[in-house]
T-cell receptor, first 114, second 115 residues
Framework: AQSVTQPDIHITVSEGASLELRCNYS??????LFWYVQSPGQGLQLLLK??????LVQGIKGFEAEFKRSQSSFNLRKPSVHWSDAAEYFC????????????FGAGTTVTVRA | DADVTQTPRNRITKTGKRIMLECSQT?????MYWYRQDPGLGLRLIYY???????NKGEISDGYSVSRQAQAKFSLSLESAIPNQTALYFC??????????????FGPGTRLLVL
């Protein structure tokens, strides 16, 4: 069965500093990987996704993520955080063999301090 | 995503009451999903539907039922609500024509409190 682990429950970062959110997945074949962001009181918005090809994926709002098969990881990064990046971030994995149903991690809450 | 709407946005109900949460989409997608979100647990799949006649249980379907009234509408019912069904509920859609590279698009959520 597929599963996702986000090891960091909460991260605090200073505005302008870099941010990295960790995501580890468990799945035997090539997974489909997603990062979603949930701002307070809002639904989930897709930041980026990986299906195949280039392992470094660019997303919206200046985010990028790198798929590393050897480490079963799909970490999300942003070089310089803005106060508006304060939100909860979810990593998700899907697979063709599982009807593309998504399994979500528990989420990482990001706090941005001035 | 404004193309996926959920009603109501907030609901307070009492234990034992029947409640229905509704989801509508204008994206033309054939696949629809219901999730619940609990703090520290992420999102968990309740039910999903790949078309009007195809409805499937997710990982936590007990205590819930669904109805796919049309391609654009997917309702979630709690036949007899209990306090541990207090959660944030999300509807999502995806398009099978993406050929597997499906992105799920989420509604704004319904916050449900069962007293």
């Amino acid at each position: 069965a597929q599963s996702v682990t986000q090891p960091d429950i909460h991260i605090t970062v200073s505005e302008g500093a870099s941010l990295e959110l960790r995501c580890n997945y468990s799945y035997g074949a090539t997974p489909y990987l997603f990062w979603y962001v949930q701002s307070p009181g809002q639904g989930l918005q897709l930041l980026l996704k990986y299906f195949s090809g280039d392992t470094l994926v660019q997303g919206i709002k200046g985010f990028e993520a790198e798929f590393k098969r050897s480490q079963s990881s799909f970490n999300l990064r942003k070089p310089s955080v803005h106060w508006s990046d304060a939100a909860e971030y979810f990593c998700a994995v899907g697979a063709r063999s599982n009807d593309y149903k998504l399994s979500f991690g528990a989420g990482t809450t990001v706090t941005v301090r001035a | 995503d404004a193309d996926v709407t959920q009603t109501p946005r907030n609901r307070i109900t009492k234990t034992g009451k029947r409640i229905m949460l509704e989801c509508s989409q204008t994206k033309g997608h054939d696949r629809m999903y219901w999730y619940r979100q609990d703090p520290g647990l992420g999102l968990r799949l309740i039910y999903y539907s790949f078309d009007v006649k195809d409805i499937n249980k997710g990982e936590i379907s007990d205590g819930y039922s669904v109805s796919r009234q049309a391609q654009a509408k997917f309702s979630l019912s709690l036949e007899s609500a209990i306090p541990n069904q207090t959660a944030l509920y999300f509807c999502a859609t995806s398009d099978k024509r993406a050929g597997g590279a499906e992105t799920q698009y989420f509604g704004p959520g319904t916050r449900l409190l069962v007293l």
